[in-house]
Structure formats: C-alpha cells, structure tokens
C-alpha cells in the first residue's frame, strides 16, 4: 500500500471527507444563509472532477484490488459528479419554495454521491456492498426532507423498507457467490470460474441474488414496485438525483460484476438479464400510459429505461460485443442522465409550493406561456422516446445496434415496439401543452433555468453532434481482470 | 486423567453445600413473627400511582444512538491501541481520522442540542 492508493481514491476523499467538514461548517450558517451550503457543495464537486480529469486515462488496482480504476470508473464518476452539480443547482430554490430549506440536504447528497463515486471504482464485493449502502442510506432520509408532509414521510419508508430487503438479497448473494469462488475480490472470481474451482449451483443462486439486489436499486421488474410511489412522494429535487444517480450507481456495479467479474458464468445470468429486460421495458412502458400524475409517468419511465439499459447485459455475454455493450450502456446512460434532468427540472419549475401542479392538465397553455421552457419540455419528451434530432435517439440507435450484433434480435424489437408504445405517453405531454387551453404558473428561477437550459441545450447538441461523447466513450473500457 | 474432572466435581458439591446449609441454618435459626408486608411479594423500587399503560417520552433515543457509536468505537480502538507501537504511520494516521469522524459526528449533535435533557 502506497500513497498512489489514496490518490486512486482521491475523488471519494474529497466528496466524502467535504461533506463531513462541511457538516460543521453548516452548524455556523445562519437558517436563512443555507445558499453558502450549497456553493461550498459545488466547490468541494469542483475539486472532485478536477481530481477525476487530471487522472483519466489511467489504469490501476488500487488496495490490493479493493479499487478500481479505469475508464469505465473515470467516466461514470464525471457523469456522478456533473449530476450532482446540477442536482444542487435545481435543489436550491426548490428546497427555499417548500420551505424545507437545511444545510444537511446538500451534506447527505455529497455523501450519497461519494457511494456512488465508490461504486464505480469498487473491485471487490465487499466494497461494491459498502457503496450501495453509502448510496442509499443519505437518499432515504433525503426521500424524507419535506417531513412533516405525510407523503414524504411513507415514500422514505417505503424505500427504507424495501431497500433494506434488497440490501438482504445482495449481501447473502455476496456470501453465496464467495462460498462458490472462495474470494470476493473481483479479479479473483475471474480465475476461479476460469478453472472451473467452484460451485455451480451456489454461483447461479448468487449471481441471481446479486442480480435481485442491484435489480433492485436500478428499479428492473419485478423489482420496481416501489419506484412510483417513492418518486412520486419524495421532494421532486431529491426524485430527479434519485432518478438519474441512483440507477447509474446500479448499473456502474451490474455492468462491473457482471461483465468484467462473472464472463464465464454468463450462460446463467445471460437468459435471467434478457428476460428482465424484456420485461422491463414492456411493463414500463404499458404502466405508464395510463398516468395522469407526472412524477408517476416519469417514474415508470425510469423504469421503461432501466430496461433499455439493462440489454446491455445479455448482449455483453457475447464475449466479441461485451466492450461494444459496455460503451453503449455508458453512453445511454449520459442520454438518460442529461434528458431525465432536464424533464424533471420542467417539473420543478411547474410545482407549486404547496405540492399542485403535477398533473399532465397543469401542462395545458405552457406553449404560449412560456414557450421556450415548453420546447425545452418537448425536446426532452421527444428524446426520451428516442426520436431525432436529440441525444435520445442517439442512444437507443448505439444500444439496439450492440443488441442485434449479439443476436438478440427478438430483444431488439422488443426494443423498437416499446420504444413506440412510450411515444404515445410522452408525445401526449407535448400535445396538452401546446395544443389545449390553460394559465399554467409557472416558476422563473435563474439557478433553475439555467439548469433545464444547459440539459436541453446537451440534448439537442449531442444530437445532432454525438461525435464528442462517442470519442470519449470509445477510450472507455472496462479494466480486464483476467490475466 | 480424570484429575481435573474430579477437582470440578468437587466445587460444585462445595457450591452447593455451602448456600444450602446457610439456607437451612436460617430457617432453623431464625425467629419467626411473620406480618402482611414481610409476606407480600417483593418488588423493587416504590410501588406505582395510577395507570400504568400510558405513553412515555421516547426523547433519549437520540442520545442512546450516540451513545451506540461511541461503543462501537471502543471496539475498534482496543486492538488499534493495543498494536499501536507495531502500527505503520499511516495506520496510526486511519485511526487518528476514524476518531476525527466520529468526533464530528458528537460535535454536530451537540450543537443541534441532542445532549439537552428534554
């Protein structure tokens, strides 16, 4: 162990170690000042990506290969860190609207997100497990920000509850997975499959323990149940970095254990990922047609892209596509990230301090209104669907191509029919708001706007321009453990 | 081989003969003028006034979780001081922040006033 340790880990320290400094800074800010918390937050951030970008490119095992860090890390912990400097910008003047205005909300999401910063870079399953705890436990108590509101108070229980059981399911997962391959380093269940040390069946049961625990956090069916009713409860700020960091943090662990640790188990989990993510986008899709509330449509949403994400995974047991999927996941989930945020501070903007606003009608005349944020609206519901010329369509196009190079071709279409079954939901936003009749009141805040405005502005760019990101991506891989 | 078995065998007949002829002594010595509160059931502490389901104030709890962190604490600071001197700088400096975190965390709940007695 050396002092090169500590700097792979440097981007956690920061976060980590700033939201704990900062913890008793906030003692001192007075009540109606808790703007500085939120500034310190995006400057300790700041540090954080600078520390990320001056070692990209850089491939090491760090604490005995407790720690990875590679591409894939570098990469998911800049989109981490982006998603938090946003996530504060739309929670500021949201949080002073409701009246629910504390330093400890920015506190608890610079340490969810150094869980999250920690899950990309994690190489045994005990960290991976340590990640997802760090991750979930700040965003259940954020769940319950708006107490003494009922519906936030039983959204973080829920998730508390519900999460708590899935944690179950990953930790004895863990424990199986360790009682097959004796190690539960990552590098090391790569050379225990390869020489066939260990147990089929208790590596199957814990492969798919892992998969329900994970599956879980990134709200796959059958999973998902609780996804509406948290999303919809929670304080929309905290839903829109629940929506977007959460489910990248699953997925930075899904794609890790499962592509670069458990390749050689691929023929069991490889039918198991297909068939969730099947399902997944088919009950996503379906469910959210019948919403009228627009958290709930987000929410399943969310969902219906868990699933798109999540073929990935079967495409990736095709050893010859599994970089190929990788990449396509990563940037999919840049396209998820930048749409989604941008969708949910629209919603933002159109919540009411007491909580109204958030039905689908309370869209109807946001054309005239106000219609630059109503084209921000549409560009992001139409990215969301997958349609040109924005980042969504871009998305898909990478994903479904990585699919049918896997031969999953059913799954593609799978994909395809979805994809229009969820134009009808999102394109019936776009109609209410420009083609039905409403005085919509709406907020007009600087931090906000420019929030949906650099979103909207990303999707509508990466668009038309993908080059950039896929430039990026392309030097992204996944560190190859076998050796 | 069965020394040691029979040493044991004898304690527990001295354990036993030692209380039972105290005991026995005591009921054979003792003078006996019973009345109603020798023979009521005993019971500590001072008997109850009122009802005796009713809620109470759960407002320590908060104190009770401080007080959990700092027992896990000691747990980890046992074997740390006692290799202390076999330590590495840098192990000593991961204790010296462990302790850092946890202090943090006191510092923060007293000035949100969890040490006041409610």
């Known amino acids: ?483 | 081989m069965l020394e040691p078995w029979i040493f044991i065998a004898l304690l527990l007949g001295a354990g036993m003969l030692l209380p039972g002829v105290t005991i026995v002594a005591n009921w054979l010595l003792a003078p006996k003028k019973p009345n109603p509160i020798k023979q009521s059931i005993y019971e500590c502490g001072i008997e109850t006034v009122g009802e005796t389901y009713i809620q109470l104030k759960g407002g320590y709890y908060i104190y009770a979780l401080i007080f959990v962190v700092f027992d896990i604490e000691a747990v980890f600071m046992f074997p740390w001081a006692v290799a202390f001197d076999k330590l590495q700088l840098y192990m000593v400096m991961e204790g010296v922040i462990f302790i850092l975190i946890l202090a943090a965390g006191l510092a923060y709940a007293w000035r949100k006033g969890v040490l006041e007695w409610v």
């Open chain 1, 1 to 483: 162990m050396d002092w090169q340790d500590f700097l792979s880990v440097l981007p956690f320290i920061i976060v980590a170690g700033w939201a704990t400094i900062l913890l008793l800074v906030d003692l001192w800010i007075p009540a109606n000042r808790k703007g500085i918390t939120a500034g310190l937050a995006v400057l300790g951030l700041i540090a954080a990506i600078a520390a990320v970008i001056s070692r990209f490119g850089i491939e090491r095992e760090a604490f005995d290969g407790m720690i990875i860090v590679d591409g894939f890390s570098s990469f998911l912990q800049l989109l981490f860190l982006g998603v938090g400097v946003i996530a504060i910008a739309q929670a500021y003047d949201y949080l002073r609207r409701r009246d629910i205005e504390r330093g400890e909300y920015y506190i608890l999401l610079l340490y969810s997100l150094s869980g999250m910063l920690l899950m990309a870079s994690a190489g045994d399953l005990i960290v991976v497990f340590l990640a997802v705890e760090l991750l979930s436990i700040p965003l259940y108590v954020l769940a319950a920000f708006a107490i003494p509101k009922a519906d936030s108070e039983e959204s973080a229980l829920k998730y508390f509850l519900l999460g708590a059981f899935a944690s179950g399911f990953l930790v004895y997962g863990i424990a199986l997975v360790f009682g097959s391959t004796g190690t539960t380093a990552l590098s090391g269940m790569v050379a225990a499959i390869e020489s066939a040390e260990t147990t089929p069946i208790l590596l199957l049961v814990g492969s798919g323990m892992i998969l329900v625990g994970l599956g879980f956090k990134v709200a796959a069916v059958p999973f998902h149940m609780w996804t509406p009713d948290v999303y919809q409860g929670a304080p929309t700020s905290v839903t829109s970095f629940m929506a977007v960091g959460a489910k990248a943090g699953g997925f930075a662990a899904l794609l890790r254990i499962f592509i670069s640790a458990l390749p050689g188990a691929a023929v069991m989990w490889m039918p198991l990922t297909m068939w969730i993510a099947a399902l997944t986008m088919a009950w996503g899709n379906i469910a959210a047609i019948s919403q009228t509330n627009i958290k709930r449509m987000l929410a399943y949403s969310s969902i219906a892209h868990a699933g798109y994400i999540f073929m990935a995974l079967p495409a990736a047991a095709t050893p010859e596509v599994a970089p190929e999927a990788v990449r396509a996941a990563l940037f999919y989930l840049v396209t998820y990230a930048i749409t989604n945020l941008g969708a949910w501070g629209v919603v933002l903007a159109m919540e009411k301090a007491e909580g109204s606003g958030l039905e689908i009608e309370d869209y109807s005349g946001l054309g005239k209104k106000r219609p630059a944020l109503a084209l921000a609206m549409a560009l992001f519901m139409l990215s969301l669907t997958g349609i040109p010329p924005t980042v969504g369509f871009m998305g898909k196009f990478y994903l479904f191509q990585v699919v049918i190079d896997a031969n999953l071709i059913w799954l593609a279409l799978v994909g395809v029919v979805t994809s229009l079954i969820s134009a009808y939901y999102y394109l019936r936003v776009i109609v209410v708001m420009y083609m039905r009749d409403g005085e919509p009141e709406v907020r007009s805040e600087a931090l906000l706007n420019s929030t949906i405005f650099i979103t909207a502005f990303g999707t509508f760019f990466f668009g038309i321009l993908p080059g950039f990101l896929l430039k990026m991506i392309n030097q992204v891989s996944l560190l190859d453990l076998f050796r």
